[in-house]
């Protein structure tokens, strides 16, 4: 064979190997800022539910994780702009996101609440038609582009409402004064509560569920871009797995010190 011909194999060769490789890495979007589900510290290293849900993923698809930190509003134009493959990231499986992206089958779902102070007239409500009509007026804080948003401007369209890029502003402004009244899941405002700036809040006793209102999403979901239906497959499979194996349930105990998957369907 001439020095040429050698070249150009080594060349393929190469090119094959770094191809291989590159199918070895399932990089992963998620917020980084939405505790027990998804935190990221100033080196980038992700922890949370949806970090052990990705790192059981990637275990069981034989693939290394890569996790790539996205606000939780630019996660779907990112995925779809091929900046990483997969989402994981505390996101609610909707008819509207549907529209842009795929979902794997749900692997979790906990209730909504809404936070306010000990002392707010809304502090004793107990079902929920009370509590919405009473939100009528009142400054309602929560996250940019996640479901809660969408059903507070379709359910309670005379609230103030106000967005904010991460839960964590959120609860600044909660704890201020700022905002009336939080909506988010239970875990993340319970995380709230356990903290010094929490002590003078509660959860108002009434659990929005997406049976109430559909809008609220079909669980928890792994977005995928709409094209990747082999990657879905492999995903649904994998994650049947580990819900049916206990995996998930142990790694929710751990974060939610429940068990909040989701039965494989």
Known sequence: MSLKSLLLAA?????????????????????????PWSMADANGNVTGFDADVGNLLCAKLNMECKFVVQAFDGLIPALKAKRFDIIISGMSITAERKKQINFSIGYAELANMFVVKKDSPLAGTTDI????KGLNGVSVGVQAGTTHAHFMEKRVPDAILKTYDTLDQMQIDLASGRVEAGFAD???????????????????????QSTFDPSLGEGIGVGIRQEDTELKAKIDTALC?????????????????????????
């Not at 190997?17 to 399932?26: G, I, K």
């Not at 356990?194 to 003078?200: I, Y």
């Not at 797995?241 to 369907?265: H, M, N, V, Y």
């Open 241 to 265: 797995e580990l819900i049916t194996d206990g995996s998930i349930a142990k790694a929710s105990q751990t974060w939610f010190k429940q068990d909040i998957s989701r039965p494989c369907k």
């Open 11 to 35: 060349v393929f060769l190469t090119g094959v190997s770094t191809a291989q490789a590159a199918e070895t890495v399932l990089s992963i979007g998620t917020e980084g800022e939405y505790p």
């Open 186 to 208: 239970a875990s993340a405002l319970q995380n709230f509560l356990d903290r010094p700036d929490g002590k003078d809040f509660q959860l108002v006793d009434v659990k929005v």
């Open 129 to 132: 038609e009370t509590l919405l």
